[in-house]
């Protein structure tokens, strides 16, 4: 048998690869008082309703439910927190 010759690895180095930023990621982190605002409303709505219908009540009021929904905002819209103070 005729031997087969070993090729050693030969290691190529890449450059990493720059990539421009979109303007869609820009747009997002760009919060208006008014978006912050009507999220908010979206969730106050939502949370006391769910404190109305369900016999099992989440909250104890409707301040709680208020309150709760401040908290659920700041948390998933980290940009509207330096809208609302509390």
Known sequence: MPSKKS??????SR???KR?????????KYM??????????QKIRK????????NKKKFKSIKQAIA???SQIKRSHKNC???FKY
């Open 81 to 83: 927190k330096k809208h």
């Open 7 to 12: 090729r050693k690895p030969v290691k190529k």
């Open 20 to 28: 421009k930023k979109s303007n869609k990621s820009k747009r997002k």
């Open 68 to 70: 709760v929904s401040y």
């Open 47 to 54: 949370n006391i309703s769910e404190h109305m219908k369900s």
């Open 15 to 17: 450059k990493p690869v």
């Open 32 to 41: 208006t008082k008014k978006r912050c605002k009507s999220y908010l409303q």
